[in-house]
């Protein structure tokens, strides 16, 4: 699907497992020279890294669109197939889509 600058996009990266998993992610708006930190996002069965990630949004009083993503920073919210618990395996799981 086409999307905006300052929305969220699906990429793929390779698991501590080998397998391939997909996370989406919502650039920041700027970055100071010491770049950006992350938020990392992790979310439960059924939802969808892009659905996790287009979830932090917000409407500014004047705006007449959602600006999405986190002031100053990444939105990265991976998604991993198998169990959803973030711990163990999972854990591997979010620190290989932060690489």
Not at 31 to 55: E, F, K
Not at 69 to 87: I, K, Q, Y
Request: glycine share 12%.
């Amino acid at each position: 699907r086409c999307r905006k600058r300052g929305q969220s996009f699906v990429f793929t990266f390779m698991d501590s497992d080998g397998s391939l998993q997909h996370a989406a992610t919502v650039p920041p708006a700027a970055c100071g020279a010491g770049g950006c930190p992350v938020l990392l996002t992790l979310h439960g069965t059924s939802i969808s890294a892009s659905d996790s990630a287009d979830s932090y949004k917000v409407m500014p009083s004047s705006a007449t669109e959602y600006r999405f993503g986190v002031e100053g920073g990444w939105l990265l919210a991976p998604t991993r197939h198998g169990a959803h618990n973030w711990e163990g395996p999972g854990l591997a799981t979010a620190e290989a889509a932060l690489r």
